[in-house]
């Protein structure tokens, strides 16, 4: 793992240029056919969760290299994803609870923001981290079916 420090963040993976992950606005992004489809490949598949650069809500220029939980595959090679946080959030419409898992070094419980859609490139992508069980995943997955239709 690369450490991000003031001296590397130009350099962070999705953090800027053709691979940059931005927002996507969810009701605008076309048919969403969400899939479990993880495969320990060094790339980024649908059920896994990986570290990419992630603006922060303000888009004004900063973000943080943060876990993503990819959740769909796009026509044109790009990834939809939701973002994971260790704050708690418990009882909260907007996040799921998915628990703690090897993406958190220090074991810590994560939600899943089912409010906030990013569009990944596989090279705006740090690393692979492992992938969510297929039960976690479907509770983010009916999630999002509820918000925004997706099949």
């Given at each position: 793992?690369?450490?991000v420090?003031?001296?590397?963040?130009?350099?962070?993976p999705?953090r800027q240029?053709?691979?940059a992950t931005?927002?996507a606005?969810?009701?605008e992004?076309?048919?969403?056919?969400?899939?479990?489809?993880?495969?320990?490949?060094g790339?980024?598949d649908?059920?896994?969760?990986v570290?990419?650069?992630?603006?922060?809500e303000?888009?004004?220029?900063?973000?943080k290299d943060?876990p993503v939980?990819?959740v769909?595959?796009?026509?044109?090679?790009t990834l939809l994803a939701?973002q994971?946080?260790s704050?708690r959030?418990d009882?909260h419409?907007d996040?799921?609870a998915?628990?703690n898992?090897?993406?958190?070094?220090?074991?810590?419980?994560?939600w899943?923001?089912?409010?906030r859609v990013?569009r990944l490139h596989?090279?705006?992508?740090r690393?692979e981290?492992?992938a969510?069980?297929r039960m976690?995943?479907?509770a983010?997955?009916?999630?999002?079916?509820?918000?925004?239709?997706?099949?």
């Amino acid at each position: 793992m690369i450490p991000v420090t003031a001296s590397t963040e130009e350099n962070v993976p999705g953090r800027q240029g053709p691979f940059a992950t931005v927002e996507a606005v969810p009701r605008e992004v076309g048919r969403v056919r969400t899939e479990y489809a993880p495969a320990h490949d060094g790339d980024p598949d649908p059920g896994e969760i990986v570290w990419t650069w992630v603006p922060y809500e303000e888009n004004d220029g900063r973000g943080k290299d943060r876990p993503v939980l990819v959740v769909a595959r796009e026509p044109g090679g790009t990834l939809l994803a939701v973002q994971l946080s260790s704050k708690r959030h418990d009882a909260h419409r907007d996040w799921v609870a998915i628990g703690n898992g090897p993406w958190d070094r220090t074991g810590r419980d994560s939600w899943v923001a089912v409010d906030r859609v990013l569009r990944l490139h596989e090279r705006g992508m740090r690393r692979e981290a492992c992938a969510l069980d297929r039960m976690r995943f479907n509770a983010v997955r009916h999630r999002l079916r509820e918000r925004y239709g997706w099949s």
